[in-house]
């Protein structure tokens, strides 16, 4: 197993390797090639992580990891797979060929990046995995080359370091923590800080846990440092929306669920779940707030994002394990949701040529496949049946009943549903009311668009229906590593 | 050991020392900053002669100024004379008349002096001698939280607030000197001396430009012995305050530990060759900077806050 | 003469290593506070480099006194890239742009000092409340790396032009790394390497963006970034 976990972290290098020259189809056909093999690689990673963590070097797989793993790399292909429909309406573009191969290296190294932050063993390389994608999603935020890129850019560069820079001290102090138990030539391994479990210095561990929600909070988008998030998700690339939306704020929600894992070990769940309870129900409060009144199409999605984001956190807050299924459900369920609404969103916008969602009218008229699509992916955000995000917020609000945390879950559902107005009274205009007097033609841009998000759609109501027999095992055990049902 | 000096004799030693040294101080300051300009300056002792002077001259009042104006400079002198009483001028032990008053007295002394001489320059109805006189309030008012925190610093390192004891805690060991609160204290003591001798950053020392003055605009009125009291009131206050930095925070040593006749005259050229030391530093320092704007006073200001503030916090953890 | 003696309330010396550490946190922080308040952007790079130096020197004493041989490698590798490439990499781009002044920042110099001291005061004491110890260095320095720390942030905040801003976060890290030596002093060396390292691909990513940002509004001023709101 541990050639796979080698080959995981090796294999994107590759691509960023074959796309260097300048041949557009030639590092397309790479990228979707490293992409479906990387997430044939998680696959094969789950049954084995089920039995017990797979190790190699400074490369270590759990059952958590590979859930996160499992969101990035079917992201990775689905972007992979639209990226190519993406760049052929630019094609015509003068100076396309550098703008493909800097999309291109670029992509696949934010890929490597995401991939190698879940599989890193130890809190100071998943530190430095996390602001590796950092810097190269800034890059790729500024890709386009237009003054909101650049400010987008500049503002995300500058406030997710700043929040890093704050992760790097909760790593720091972490390291010392456990130093004192550990002796000082230790290297923030996760499984020897696991099995020291209560004796770290108490006041130590409260420090770095919450120094780390600040920290990586900054990159999950939570309450009130999620300031970057709209305008980066919204002036990227839309392949990079995707991922940055789908698998970016998951892998540093993964880097909140570590720490999470060695302070509750320390000092009980409870100090921890306060905190995250406190954190989440803020980031959920102002994104439903910030749903009710966006006009512009990405940046709704992403306050969409921070919306999940604080359902993650919330979730885990819960601490009952129905609660934990549901988060872990949640992780991949969002990746394909988000991940389809982008796609979507990036069809309308090629399509109208404008992002506000008053402008964009009749879409079920012009575009016959992407419309529905995005409908069920806004549907499939909005939580409905039968996609699985139903499934995972059903089990986290289960969770939180039976956890008694009563007047938190109906918060929760209370802010999910204002969200859901936010965002399906958005969608519905522009897709069902009609009007507009220069619509443009019927058809899709490309049908290399289309087919992730069938891809995606497919996999949420799979998801939502019946999760495979594997699947629901590696959640199960995700759950028991993370200490459900103390 | 030569004979003993009896106490009240170095008691009043030391207000003579100030008294008699504080022009020749000013004088070597005077010449090195015209030697640092390339001038060839005046001769040292050219403030005795100046004072001398002015002392034969006969003195003028400005019409409807009241009895203060002419009490103002007689007044700044007094306290003047009285705050070399409090603090180690000469000796490392305590004087009889050092319990008068603690540095916070000290401070109230000197602004006691400043505040006649405002309330001099207030009489006038000179423009350019109240305009001297408000600002100088204005500034001695936004460096009073610095002077207070560096009170607080040494009340933190000594437990009391004597100078003579925080002189000999820095005496006793190498690690009251390095530690961060103390540099700090000495280092926020040292800008506010630079503000209130009007040197640079904050006051052209020797300018003629009205706009600009703070401190040297408040006697423009005065005349003849009145005026010689308040430059003479003016090197005295430079030299305490020169004292007070040296004796107290930076170098105490060199003071005579026993009342020996011969200690107490080394005593005295220490402490003007120590003053004249730091003297020339400050002609230094006022000869590498260009003077601030008025407005921008409260920069230079704030800097010397954040020294002494800092100098409390680090000994929050018993770090300082 | 009673008074002369050591008061029992007197706050007792930290000795002369731990006083001469202090000293130079101190004047981290003091460095950082300069930056708060210098205009012109090449001194404020200067001030940056002088702090990274202090930072080094830092890491230098606490081998020597502590006996750390892995500090003299880690201090030697900060010095070379936070003294020299860092502050090299934002002078050459500062001469490609020709901007010497920065614009003035959100408060005035005097406020921006106060509520520096303000927030300052709130790190230290706040971690005065977790009691971490360390042999390597005293607490103070710890309770003054937070105050860098958060100096910083306001630096970020309060200034309007990219540089300062970039400024703002590489001091950042230096007060993280000053955190380090108190806390993490014997931490593997291929760590702090690998923090080192990533610092500096960051440094080259924020030279990237403030290039784009410069060729895209002729200014290194942030105060047209508004157009992104809501």
């Given at each position: 197993?541990?050639?796979?976990?080698?080959?995981?972290?090796?294999?994107?290098?590759?691509?960023?390797?074959?796309?260097?020259?300048?041949?557009?189809?030639?590092?397309?056909?790479?990228?979707?090639?490293?992409?479906?093999?990387?997430?044939?690689?998680?696959i094969?990673?789950?049954p084995?992580?089920?039995?017990?963590?797979?190790?190699?070097?400074?490369?270590r797989?759990?059952?958590?990891?590979?859930?996160?793993?499992?969101?990035?790399?079917?992201?990775?292909?689905a972007?992979?797979?639209?990226?190519?429909?993406?760049?052929?309406?630019?094609?015509?573009?003068?100076?396309?060929?550098r703008?493909?191969?800097?999309?291109?290296?670029?992509?696949?190294?934010?890929?490597?990046?995401?991939?190698?932050?879940?599989l890193?063993?130890?809190?100071?390389?998943?530190?430095?995995?996390?602001?590796?994608?950092?810097?190269v999603?800034?890059?790729?935020?500024?890709?386009?080359?237009?003054d909101?890129?650049?400010?987008?850019?500049?503002?995300?560069?500058?406030?997710?370091?700043?929040?890093l820079?704050i992760?790097?001290?909760a790593t720091?102090?972490?390291?010392?923590?456990?130093?004192?138990?550990?002796?000082?030539?230790?290297?923030?391994?996760?499984?020897?800080?696991?099995?020291?479990?209560?004796?770290l210095?108490?006041?130590a561990?409260?420090?770095?846990?919450?120094?780390?929600?600040?920290?990586?909070?900054?990159?999950?988008?939570?309450?009130?440092?999620?300031?970057?998030?709209?305008?980066?998700?919204?002036?990227?690339?839309?392949?990079?929306?995707?991922?940055?939306?789908?698998?970016?704020?998951?892998?540093?929600?993964?880097?909140?669920?570590?720490?999470?894992?060695?302070?509750?070990?320390?000092?009980?769940?409870?100090?921890?779940?306060?905190?995250l309870?406190?954190?989440?129900?803020l980031?959920?409060?102002?994104?439903?707030?910030?749903?009710?009144?966006?006009?512009?199409?990405?940046?709704?999605?992403?306050?969409?994002?921070v919306?999940?984001?604080?359902?993650l956190?919330?979730?885990?807050?819960?601490?009952?394990?129905?609660?934990?299924?549901?988060v872990?459900?949640?992780?991949i369920?969002?990746?394909?949701?988000?991940?389809?609404?982008?796609?979507?969103?990036?069809v309308?916008?090629?399509k109208?040529?404008?992002?506000?969602?008053?402008?964009?009218?009749?879409?079920?008229?012009?575009?016959?496949?992407?419309?529905?699509?995005?409908?069920?992916?806004i549907?499939?955000l909005?939580a409905?049946?039968?996609?699985?995000?139903?499934?995972?917020?059903?089990?986290?609000?289960?969770?939180?009943?039976?956890?008694?945390?009563?007047t938190?879950?109906v918060?929760?559902?209370?802010?999910?549903?204002?969200?859901f107005?936010g965002l399906?009274?958005?969608?519905?205009?522009?897709?069902?009311?009609?009007?507009?007097?220069?619509?443009?033609?019927?058809?899709e841009?490309?049908?290399w668009?289309v087919?992730?998000?069938?891809?995606?759609?497919?996999?949420?109501i799979?998801?939502?229906?019946?999760?495979?027999?594997?699947?629901?095992?590696?959640?199960?055990?995700?759950?028991?590593?993370?200490?459900?049902?103390? | 050991?030569?004979?003993?000096?009896?106490v009240?004799?170095?008691?009043?030693?030391?207000?003579?020392?100030?008294?008699?040294?504080?022009?020749g101080?000013?004088?070597?300051?005077?010449?090195?900053?015209?030697?640092?300009?390339?001038?060839?300056g005046?001769?040292?002792?050219?403030?005795?002669?100046d004072?001398g002077?002015?002392?034969?001259?006969?003195?003028?009042?400005?019409?409807g100024?009241?009895?203060v104006?002419?009490?103002?400079?007689?007044?700044?002198?007094?306290c003047?004379?009285?705050?070399?009483?409090?603090?180690?001028?000469?000796?490392?032990?305590?004087l009889?008349?050092?319990?008068?008053?603690?540095i916070l007295?000290?401070?109230?002394?000197?602004?006691?002096?400043?505040?006649a001489?405002?309330?001099?320059?207030?009489?006038?109805?000179?423009p350019?001698?109240?305009?001297?006189a408000?600002?100088?309030?204005?500034?001695?008012?936004?460096?009073?939280?610095?002077?207070?925190?560096?009170v607080?610093?040494?009340?933190?390192?000594?437990?009391?607030?004597?100078?003579?004891?925080?002189?000999?805690?820095?005496?006793?060991?190498?690690?009251?000197i390095?530690?961060?609160?103390?540099?700090?204290?000495?280092a926020?003591?040292?800008?506010v001396?630079?503000?209130?001798?009007?040197?640079?950053?904050?006051?052209?020392?020797?300018?003629?430009?009205?706009?600009?003055?703070?401190?040297?605009?408040?006697p423009?009125?005065h005349s003849?012995?009145y005026?010689a009291m308040?430059s003479?009131?003016?090197?005295?206050?430079?030299?305490?305050?020169?004292?007070?930095?040296?004796?107290?925070?930076?170098?105490?040593?060199?003071?005579?530990a026993?009342?020996?006749?011969?200690?107490?005259a080394?005593?005295?050229?220490?402490?003007?060759?120590?003053?004249?030391?730091?003297?020339?530093?400050?002609?230094?320092?006022d000869?590498?900077?260009a003077?601030?704007?008025?407005?921008?006073?409260?920069e230079?200001?704030?800097?010397?806050?954040?020294?002494?503030?800092?100098?409390v916090?680090?000994?929050?953890?018993g770090?300082? | 003469?009673?008074?002369?003696?050591?008061d029992?309330?007197?706050?007792?010396?930290?000795?002369v290593?731990?006083?001469v550490?202090?000293?130079?946190?101190?004047?981290?922080?003091?460095?950082?506070?300069?930056?708060?308040?210098?205009?012109?952007?090449r001194?404020?790079?200067?001030?940056y480099a002088?702090?990274?130096?202090?930072?080094?020197?830092?890491?230098?004493?606490?081998?020597?006194?502590r006996?750390?041989?892995?500090?003299?490698?880690?201090?030697g590798?900060?010095?070379?890239?936070?003294?020299?490439?860092?502050p090299?990499?934002?002078?050459?781009?500062?001469?490609a742009?020709?901007?010497?002044?920065?614009g003035?920042?959100?408060?005035?110099?005097?406020?921006?000092?106060?509520?520096?001291v303000?927030?300052?005061?709130?790190?230290?004491f706040?971690t005065?409340?977790f009691?971490?110890?360390?042999?390597?260095?005293?607490?103070?320095?710890?309770?003054l790396?937070?105050?860098?720390?958060?100096?910083?942030?306001?630096?970020?905040?309060?200034?309007?032009?990219v540089v300062?801003?970039?400024?703002?976060?590489?001091?950042?890290?230096?007060?993280?790394?000053?955190?380090s030596?108190?806390?993490?002093?014997?931490?593997?060396?291929i760590?702090?390497?690998?923090?080192?390292?990533d610092?500096?691909?960051?440094?080259?990513?924020f030279?990237?963006?403030?290039?784009?940002?410069?060729?895209?509004?002729?200014?290194?001023?942030?105060?047209?970034?508004t157009?992104?709101?809501e």
């Amino acid at each position: 197993m541990s050639v796979v976990l080698v080959l995981l972290t090796t294999l994107p290098l590759l691509s960023v390797l074959a796309a260097l020259p300048a041949r557009v189809r030639i590092s397309e056909t790479v990228t979707l090639c490293t992409a479906l093999a990387g997430l044939g690689l998680a696959i094969v990673l789950v049954p084995a992580v089920v039995r017990e963590p797979v190790r190699f070097g400074i490369l270590r797989a759990d059952a958590l990891s590979v859930v996160f793993l499992l969101g990035t790399t079917f992201l990775y292909a689905a972007t992979a797979v639209y990226s190519i429909g993406y760049l052929n309406a630019e094609r015509e573009h003068p100076g396309f060929a550098r703008y493909a191969r800097r999309f291109h290296i670029g992509l696949n190294l934010f890929a490597w990046s995401m991939m190698c932050a879940p599989l890193m063993d130890g809190l100071a390389l998943l530190w430095i995995a996390v602001e590796i994608t950092t810097v190269v999603s800034a890059l790729l935020v500024a890709l386009d080359d237009t003054d909101n890129a650049a400010e987008a850019a500049w503002k995300y560069v500058l406030l997710a370091s700043a929040g890093l820079g704050i992760g790097l001290l909760a790593t720091i102090v972490m390291y010392y923590a456990g130093s004192t138990v550990l002796g000082s030539s230790y290297d923030v391994a996760f499984a020897p800080l696991l099995t020291a479990g209560s004796t770290l210095p108490h006041t130590a561990v409260q420090l770095a846990f919450v120094l780390a929600v600040v920290g990586f909070g900054t990159k999950v988008g939570l309450f009130p440092v999620h300031t970057w998030l709209p305008d980066a998700h919204s002036e990227a690339p839309t392949p990079v929306s995707a991922m940055l939306s789908g698998s970016l704020l998951a892998v540093s929600f993964y880097a909140v669920l570590r720490y999470y894992q060695v302070a509750s070990g320390t000092l009980g769940p409870g100090f921890p779940r306060t905190v995250l309870l406190v954190f989440g129900v803020l980031t959920l409060l102002l994104a439903a707030l910030y749903l009710l009144e966006q006009r512009d199409l990405k940046r709704l999605l992403a306050y969409s994002s921070v919306e999940h984001m604080g359902i993650l956190t919330i979730g885990i807050g819960l601490g009952a394990p129905l609660a934990f299924a549901g988060v872990l459900l949640h992780v991949i369920a969002h990746a394909a949701a988000k991940g389809n609404a982008f796609f979507g969103a990036g069809v309308l916008v090629r399509k109208y040529g404008t992002k506000d969602t008053g402008t964009i009218r009749s879409c079920l008229d012009t575009l016959p496949w992407t419309a529905p699509l995005l409908l069920f992916a806004i549907l499939a955000l909005s939580a409905m049946p039968p996609f699985g995000l139903f499934r995972s917020e059903f089990q986290i609000v289960a969770g939180g009943l039976a956890g008694a945390h009563d007047t938190v879950t109906v918060v929760l559902v209370v802010l999910v549903t204002l969200a859901f107005l936010g965002l399906s009274v958005a969608t519905t205009r522009m897709l069902f009311v009609r009007g507009g007097a220069d619509l443009p033609v019927r058809g899709e841009p490309s049908a290399w668009m289309v087919a992730p998000m069938v891809a995606g759609l497919l996999v949420l109501i799979v998801l939502g229906v019946h999760p495979p027999a594997d699947f629901s095992d590696l959640l199960a055990r995700g759950v028991a590593e993370l200490g459900g049902g103390t | 050991m030569s004979t003993p000096v009896p106490v009240p004799v170095i008691q009043l030693a030391q207000a003579l020392t100030v008294l008699v040294a504080a022009p020749g101080v000013s004088g070597v300051i005077a010449r090195v900053e015209s030697r640092l300009q390339g001038r060839r300056g005046t001769r040292v002792l050219q403030p005795y002669y100046d004072l001398g002077k002015l002392f034969r001259k006969e003195a003028l009042a400005p019409d409807g100024a009241s009895w203060v104006f002419l009490v103002a400079p007689l007044g700044a002198m007094a306290c003047y004379l009285t705050v070399p009483l409090l603090i180690p001028v000469l000796t490392t032990f305590p004087l009889p008349l050092g319990y008068l008053g603690d540095i916070l007295g000290g401070g109230f002394v000197l602004a006691l002096a400043s505040f006649a001489v405002a309330v001099a320059a207030a009489e006038t109805g000179s423009p350019y001698a109240q305009l001297g006189a408000s600002r100088a309030k204005t500034f001695g008012a936004i460096t009073e939280p610095v002077v207070l925190f560096v009170v607080f610093t040494v009340a933190l390192v000594t437990g009391t607030d004597l100078p003579y004891a925080l002189a000999e805690t820095v005496r006793s060991s190498a690690e009251q000197i390095v530690r961060p609160a103390h540099l700090l204290g000495a280092a926020a003591l040292l800008l506010v001396i630079l503000a209130e001798t009007g040197r640079i950053p904050v006051e052209t020392h020797t300018g003629t430009t009205e706009f600009g003055m703070i401190e040297q605009a408040r006697p423009f009125e005065h005349s003849g012995p009145y005026f010689a009291m308040l430059s003479w009131g003016s090197a005295m206050k430079q030299l305490i305050l020169f004292t007070i930095l040296i004796n107290v925070f930076i170098a105490p040593w060199g003071l005579a530990a026993s009342p020996g006749a011969g200690d107490v005259a080394v005593a005295v050229v220490a402490l003007v060759g120590k003053c004249i030391v730091l003297g020339v530093l400050i002609a230094v320092i006022d000869n590498s900077f260009a003077k601030l704007r008025l407005f921008k006073i409260t920069e230079f200001v704030a800097a010397a806050f954040l020294l002494a503030v800092l100098a409390v916090f680090t000994l929050y953890f018993g770090g300082g | 003469m009673n008074v002369l003696a050591a008061d029992p309330a007197a706050v007792a010396p930290p000795g002369v290593y731990a006083g001469v550490a202090n000293g130079l946190a101190v004047l981290v922080l003091l460095t950082e506070f300069a930056m708060l308040r210098t205009t012109l952007l090449r001194a404020q790079v200067r001030v940056y480099a002088a702090q990274s130096l202090l930072v080094s020197l830092l890491a230098v004493v606490v081998a020597v006194v502590r006996d750390v041989p892995e500090l003299y490698a880690l201090a030697g590798l900060s010095l070379a890239l936070k003294v020299i490439v860092v502050p090299w990499l934002v002078l050459r781009m500062l001469r490609a742009a020709g901007t010497e002044i920065a614009g003035s920042g959100a408060l005035g110099v005097a406020s921006e000092v106060l509520l520096a001291v303000a927030v300052a005061a709130f790190g230290f004491f706040a971690t005065g409340r977790f009691h971490v110890t360390s042999p390597a260095l005293p607490e103070t320095a710890l309770a003054l790396s937070v105050a860098v720390i958060l100096v910083a942030f306001v630096l970020m905040i309060v200034r309007r032009d990219v540089v300062s801003q970039a400024i703002g976060f590489f001091s950042l890290e230096n007060g993280v790394s000053l955190a380090s030596l108190v806390v993490a002093a014997g931490m593997p060396l291929i760590l702090e390497v690998a923090f080192l390292f990533d610092l500096l691909v960051a440094v080259v990513v924020f030279g990237v963006l403030m290039q784009v940002h410069h060729r895209r509004s002729e200014s290194l001023s942030t105060r047209n970034l508004t157009k992104l709101r809501e």
